[in-house]
């Protein structure tokens, strides 16, 4: 499966993006998706997942209530609501997938080393 991250750019703190992310190759909307990022100098971290098999949610407290992902099935898009930005969440972000036949067990779907697909990513940066 092929990811195209889109979406990035540069905002100021309190606003609004979304990023998108183009799958594409066969069977792509049976692939769980997660979106990560990393910051210079810092660990890639996980900031939401959703699952293949019921839809289901999850996102790090960093992130809760702040960023939305979501699936568009029909143009297997998966999308990421960030929403009252924060510098602090300025990064590269990543989009990926994991192979139905690896699926992540449910504790480790924040966990990149459970994904074996890659986009390129998006730069994101927030100003203050």
């Known amino acids: 499966v092929r990811l195209v991250e889109s979406g990035g750019g540069l905002v100021q703190a309190g606003d609004s993006l979304t990023l998108s992310c183009a799958a594409s190759?066969?069977?792509?909307?049976?692939?769980?998706v997660g979106w990560f990022r990393q910051a210079p100098g810092k660990e890639r971290e996980g900031v939401s997942c959703i699952s293949s098999s019921d839809g289901s949610t999850y996102y790090p407290d960093s992130v809760k209530g702040r960023f939305t992902i979501s699936s568009d099935n029909a143009k297997n898009t998966v999308y990421l609501q960030m929403n009252s930005l924060k510098p602090e969440d300025t990064a590269v972000y990543y989009c990926?997938?994991?192979?139905?036949?690896?699926?992540?067990?449910?504790?480790?779907?924040?966990?990149?080393?459970?994904?074996?697909?890659w986009g390129q990513g998006t730069q994101v940066t927030v100003s203050s």
């Open positions: 990926a997938a994991a192979s139905p036949l690896f699926p992540p067990p449910r504790a480790r779907l924040l966990d990149w080393d459970e994904y074996a697909y």
């Open positions: 190759g066969r069977d792509a909307s049976n692939y769980a």
